[in-house]
């Protein structure tokens, strides 16, 4: 692993333009207590040092995870492919199981609360069944009392395609699966807000991934958490700065953007993957808004550098947001906009803004990596730094 070099020191200058967007959202630093007491190239060759001796200490720790099979369901499916397929219905009979079959060629509707997810609310991506397109987040989901799993959003708007549909004297619109055109059900104008729409889709036709850990936090039965996901270099670094902040609940680090299923650290590493190193957050938007969560991410690291952090070079080390639903990213875009406009920074801010699709829990040995780790040089000499600054910027949003 590379130094992690420590983002330049902020300047007054910065603080002010940052204050004028997130007003009330952080307090004004003691600059001169932020300043280092030592040069910048002492702290360099310090860091240098403690992490050569740390990188022999991370090769020795690290462990060989088991790479799981490709989730190779038939020959058409695919997380990754999401080229139109052309496929006949006498080439699909061979490859799915009856039941898939009538639903999905047939047009055939299973029973009321009959299906695996009509009252399945865990965190984590519905993909179609037939094909491995993503159709629907979890966070799109909601409670309906009609027996069939209910969306009231897309994860895309070309996701799905659509149809008119006059059988058996009802005029409804039937919604296909926009990769291979699989029947998965019809929308209706009855949903919630902000679409109004209610996609009442067959749990047959759907596979759920779910998303490592974080699930079953009932965010989507009781909206008392939600989850935010963001890359800025190094996850240890950035697990634990918005660790320090009340209403975050859980910071887990994993990888997320890229295109291989169960990535390990090492494949991460090589920039092949395409995933970013990620934090996802699990928040209390009661207690720590949405809003503020950006402020001190975009605190956390330097955004104005494109696929790197200091020396560590790569698009795993990224910055990104991955935004779970429309709301978050107008926030993400509006600030991103603003912070450009102000020049808050002394470069223009590359922060990628992206939709999430999956996120893939690190290895154990990374989660809470400071806090086991404190001894470690690293951890003294690249994170502690930057955590005594971040407490000092949010100190009216620490935990107490
Ligand atoms: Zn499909």
Known sequence: MNTRKNHAYLMADYFRSYIKIFPHKISQPNFKSILPRLTMNKIQIIVTVFSIIFMSCTEAQQKEVPTFMNNQKNKYYSTTDSNKLKVSNEEWKKQLDPLTYSIAREKGTEYA???????????????????????????????????????FEPIAPGTLSYAEDHTHGMHRTEVKCGRCDAHLGHVFDDGPAPTYKRYCINSVILD??????????????????????????????????LLQLNGVLKVISGYSGGHVKN???????????????????????????????????????????????GNDVGTQYRSVIFFHNSEQQDIAEKY?????????????????????????????????????????????????????????????????
């Open 113 to 151: 609360f009959s299906g695996n997810y009509w009252n399945h609310f865990e965190t984590g991506l519905y993909r179609c069944k037939a094909c491995g397109q993503a159709l629907f987040r979890s966070n799109g989901k909601f409670e309906s009392s009609c027996g069939w799993p209910s969306f």
């Open 263 to 309: 990535p390990s650290y090492k494949e991460v590493c090589t920039g092949a993957t395409g995933h970013a190193e990620v934090v996802q957050v699990v928040y209390d938007p009661s207690i720590l808004s949405y809003d503020e969560l950006l402020a001190a991410f975009w605190q956390t690291h330097d955004p104005t550098q494109l696929n790197r952090q």
């Open 208 to 241: 759920f991934e779910g998303e490592n850990e974080v699930s079953k936090t009932s965010a989507a039965k009781t909206n008392s958490t939600d989850t935010a996901t963001f890359g800025a270099g190094c996850f240890w670094c950035v697990e634990a700065q």
């Open 336 to 400: 991103k906009a603003q912070l450009n406009k102000e020049e808050v920074f002394h470069a223009p801010v590359v922060t990628e803004i992206s939709a999430f699709e999956t996120f893939y829990k690190a290895e154990d040995y990374h989660q809470d990596y400071y806090n086991n780790n404190a001894s470690q040089g690293y951890c003294q000499f690249v994170i502690a730094p930057k955590l005594e600054k971040f407490k000092k910027v949010f100190k009216d949003k620490l935990k107490k």
